[in-house]
């Protein structure tokens, strides 16, 4: 129903990346399109597969993202866990200090890029973002009364230009863009607003 609303609105772990970010750090403005494709693979292979192929006795599989990957586990679950368990703190191997590295990575990534993880390994915003073209929750792209001044893809911290695709799956609806227009060509919510002669640019193609 509104699909990456909730990465925007909802998700803890996006809120800790969004005050990350907010830290004196030297940030990356490169735009990394090929890499966002990472966290479809980690959606297939540790959410997907590996539950369903590596099976034990009983036949169940482990969740292997969580197990393996998940830094947002390791910062609010793992570390608070051994700081109040003495014995599990001596008892930590290699699987922690794998943890902990892609946990390290997380954060100084996501102080260099904004929503870091999100953007690049969340398997749940990925399947998130294959719905977004779907969600009741809409971003609206009205062409005719766009200027095309570049203002929405300028302010957009995700890298997305609403007026190629309003429906980009990397849309959060944060609301930036539809705050920022200055001829209110985008509009944001569950109903298209009430504008005599105001046709949707994605009504128009047949995707709203």
């Known amino acids: 129903l509104f699909c990456r609303l909730v990465c925007g609105f909802l998700c803890p772990f996006g809120l800790i990346q969004e005050l990350l970010h907010k830290l004196p750090f030297p940030r990356i403005k490169r735009n990394f399109h090929r890499a966002k494709k990472l966290k479809y693979f980690i959606l297939i292979v540790f959410v997907l597969l590996m539950p369903a192929l590596l099976t034990n006795s009983f036949g169940m599989g482990s969740p292997d993202f969580c197990k393996y990957i998940c830094p947002a586990g390791t910062l609010t679950a793992g570390l608070p866990l051994i700081a109040a368990n003495k014995n599990l703190a001596d008892s930590l191997g290699w699987l922690f200090g794998l943890k902990m590295t892609i946990l390290m990575m997380t954060v100084i990534g996501s102080m260099a890029i904004y929503r870091f993880f999100c953007k690049y390994m969340c398997p749940l915003g990925a399947i998130y973002s294959l719905l977004n073209r779907y969600s009741v929750y809409r971003l609206r792209y009205y062409e005719d009364k766009c200027v095309h001044c ?59």
């Open 150 to 208: 570049g203002k929405c893809a300028e302010v957009c911290r995700m890298d997305v230009d609403p007026v190629k695709n309003a429906d980009d799956p990397e849309c959060i609806r944060c609301g930036d863009c539809v705050r920022t227009c200055p001829t209110q060509a985008l509009h944001a919510g569950f109903t298209a607003p009430k504008c005599k002669g105001c046709k949707s640019a994605t009504e128009g193609a047949g995707q709203d």
